[in-house]
């Protein structure tokens, strides 16, 4: 059976996992969580993966996730042959990064909502009510559905963008001094610390949150990720079905 992979558009975490999947050559299917519709948070969807986010990946009887446990799988199968991974193993330099990103992540969530968040939520639907509407098709659970009235009705809040900046300053800061002394988080070639890494250091990027100016390092560590045939190779894999209609 070929192997699935629950994604959505412009996840870091899906990202990584399709980096690694196009790496080891692995042929998969693509399936669409809508996560602003709460795809994720179906039933249906977290009777696969009760933490309600994506990627989730599946590979016959093995369903699995996070998206870094997902590269760990990936490592243990034999498909990723990369510097810092050996016998099925990955390093515990690389695993470090992986508890990085996690940091990176969990600090940054609020600020997703603030920006992004809220404003693809006005752009879907033009009042709470229509929104909870088509909400309440995916999930009864008001803890979530509560969670996305706040984002829908409060104000930008600006402070907390800033917070948000200066609290993930110390994890850029460790980044941008290994980087200083070599091109890659794995050495002198990219390997799974770049996968656990690179595309949530994008995404700090394309929110603002990491401003390159102050990190030249992490700039130019961009710039050679970006060249990588991995990372464009990850955005060709097509989506083979939505996941709900
Ligand atoms: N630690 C998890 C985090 C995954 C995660 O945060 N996924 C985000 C998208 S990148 C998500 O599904 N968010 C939807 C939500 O919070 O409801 C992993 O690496 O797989």
Wanted: proline share 5%; charged share 25%.
């Amino acid at each position: 059976m070929i192997p699935i992979l629950y994604d959505a558009e412009l996840s870091p975490a899906g990202k990584r996992v399709r980096m690694a999947l196009w790496l080891g050559d692995v042929r998969y299917q693509r399936v669409r969580i809508d996560l602003g519709l709460l795809d994720q948070k179906s039933e249906a969807y977290l009777a696969l993966n009760p933490t309600g986010v994506v990627p989730t990946y599946r590979d016959g009887a093995a369903t699995v996730y996070d998206s870094h446990l997902i590269l760990e799988y990936l490592a243990e199968q034999g498909l990723l042959v990369l510097p810092d991974v050996s016998s099925g193993r990955v390093a515990i330099a690389a695993r470090k990064w992986m508890v990085v990103e996690r940091e990176l992540a969990r600090l940054m969530r609020p600020a997703v909502y603030e920006t992004v968040g809220r404003k693809r939520l006005r752009q879907r639907f033009s009042s709470w009510d229509e929104a909870l509407a088509a909400l309440s098709r995916r999930t009864a659970n008001r803890g979530y559905l509560n969670s996305l009235q706040a984002v829908f009705e409060q104000p930008e809040n600006t402070a907390l963008i800033e917070t948000t900046r200066l609290q993930l300053e110390p994890l850029f800061a460790a980044a941008e001094r290994i980087l200083d002394g070599q091109p890659w988080l794995a050495g002198s070639v990219m390997g799974m610390a770049d996968l656990a890494m690179g595309s949530r250091l994008a995404v700090c990027s394309r929110l603002e949150l990491l401003d390159q100016e102050r990190y030249p390092g992490l700039a130019a560590y961009l710039g050679r990720l970006q060249d990588e045939p991995c990372w464009s190779g990850a955005d060709d894999q097509p989506w083979h079905e939505d996941f709900l209609n």
